[in-house]
DNA sequence: TCACAATATGGGCATATGCTCATGCTGGGG
DNA sequence: CCCCAGCATGAGCATATGCCCATATTGTGA
């Protein structure tokens, strides 16, 4: 996916990116230095860029997100709070959080002391996972806190732990069933699967979890994706869901909610054994989510946007 | 030093940075979404550019320097080795080096598993701190090798861990004497001082010894700087010197050289206890110093530029 | 309070950059 | 062997960027 390609050309991307964003050389001296055309020598800077070589990262606690990242951990509670400078109207909030959440979750793998790691999935972590640089972290150990197949067989598009092990050579335990059971014989097998059973017990050590968070409007991504039906998202609508995490529904109050749907969901619930979970995401539709996730202490630390640290502190 | 200026400025400049290479929008967006002139923004793009907020990092491996890397740990024994891409010939290795180095020093202050650091001075170190962006690592410890006064009494312009005791919070033990004694008499009053002898024993168990290499050619830093006089460097060259570590004066096969202003530095001679000592530095001039050093294994770990390790290399 | 110095600001222009399009090249299938 | 599809290349052009200069603003000392 990120390391198709061809490689001999990426390398000249890589060179012309350097030439360009650390030596400061306009592109027609780059072309000179390469011995390519000046217009070859542009396509190779953007494509660098394209490619995600080119890593920028601004050193510089920018006042306005400390005072919002203060008063998000006072008032919620929380233990860590970071938040990401806004990047104009027309822009995802998913782009701000992924390019900021990066560093941070690289810190994480950084480290030498061996971590046991529980990964949730979705668009948002994936993102973030995206603007990782390849780093070998092998001490680590990566469990994931949901299953990794699709209602319809198919592997989960959203899927992260195998993204990540990529990029970290971490060994992983990805969580081989279907996210959801049909009903309660299959969730029952499910569950009683031994690979099932190690992976829910390796969770519940986790020294960190970290996971995305999801929204339960008519555009639910539980249900775009296909995990539940529409007739469920109205029943589940009706019963007061405001958010879910790795899949399992809570209401306003962040108490999960008691319909059939959450029931058969195979993976672990947050917080698991009062494990530190770390919520990544942020943008219009995942305020009142976060908000609920907030006030029922699901998560613990909360990497989000501007904006949406705003309106999280405004209510 | 780099934290002077203006702080609402600063910030301001921070977020154009933010917005310009991060959301990837043109600065009449970046003025209008910040409330500024299409100038200004400018201006505080390249503001933020300038005081060191943005951070490029360039994350391939480039085919060439990786074979250098290779061949430099091939042939020399090295454990450690790194290359930084050239940047086009007019331009110094030292900038090359400089940003290429500061990602792998700040993976050292990272780990977080208590560590020893010892560390020399030096124009490249310097240069390669300068890099480093703030990071809390209060977890290690850091110890100088080498003396911080000048000959004329003022402190050692090229200092480096104070400057790194800033953006790092470790505690520190810098060696507060000169760099090196003017006689016996001098040398062995230092040397027996109480904060001199527990340096070096602090040095003599360092993790991870961090070094920069001096030439020692007629405009030998040594002597730029005033440690030695012109008389000294030219008897040192009769001598058969070819760089210096730590102002330890060696020859071409790594031998330390057998002369009084040699027997008078107060510092400690690298390797100190075999700990692994890792060099930075390349550029024209550097390349007799490191063949020396290499040569009589002094160091066990380089960073340096493709045009220097290609050099190394050839002969 | 005024005058002056230092710095910040925006207009205007030279140019570096990015994009589009027509053409050339390479590689695979008929 | 030829033809076509797909991609790379360079020319040309629209424009975003960077810089210089004249003017405004702020701060400072008499």
Redesign the pocket.
């Known amino acids: 996916m990120s390391d198709d390609g061809?490689v001999p050309?990426q390398d000249i991307a890589a060179r012309a990116g350097w030439l360009?964003y650390v030596g400061g050389?306009?592109?027609?001296?780059i072309a000179e230095e390469l011995g390519?055309?000046?217009?070859?020598a542009?396509?190779m800077?953007?494509r660098a860029v394209a490619e995600g070589l080119v890593r920028v990262r601004i050193d510089h606690p920018i006042a306005e997100c400390l005072e919002l990242e203060r008063a998000l951990r006072q008032k919620f509670g929380l233990s860590r709070a970071r938040v990401a400078p806004r990047l104009g109207p027309g822009q995802e909030a998913l782009r701000a959080i992924a390019s900021f959440a990066a560093p941070e979750l690289e810190r994480v793998f950084r480290d030498q002391t061996p971590k046991l790691i529980a990964l949730g999935t979705g668009r948002t972590l994936r993102a973030v996972i995206e603007q990782m640089p390849t780093i070998a972290a092998s001490q680590h150990k990566m469990v994931s806190l949901i299953g990794n197949v699709s209602p319809d067989g198919s592997a989960s598009f959203y899927e992260v732990i195998m993204r990540i092990a990529d990029k970290t050579g971490a060994p992983h335990y990805p969580m081989s069933v279907p996210v959801m059971a049909r009903d309660a014989e299959e969730f029952a097998t499910y569950r009683a699967l031994p690979h099932v059973q190690s992976s829910r017990a390796l969770a519940a050590q986790a020294d960190i979890t970290i996971v995305g968070i999801g929204q339960m409007a008519d555009d639910a991504p539980l249900f775009m994706d296909g995990f539940i039906t529409e007739a469920e998202l109205r029943a589940v609508q009706k019963a007061g869901a405001a958010g879910e995490i790795c899949g399992h529904i809570f209401d306003a109050d962040g108490q999960y909610i008691d319909h059939p749907v959450n029931a058969f969901m195979v993976g672990s619930r947050v917080p698991v054994n009062d494990n530190p979970v770390l919520c990544i995401g942020g943008g219009v539709s995942k305020i009142k989510p976060l908000r609920a996730a907030l006030r029922g202490r699901l998560i613990d630390g909360l990497i989000t946007d501007e904006i949406t640290a705003a309106e999280l502190i405004s209510r």
């Open positions: 061809d050309a360009y050389l306009r592109q027609d001296q390519i055309s000046r217009q070859r542009q396509r800077v953007a």
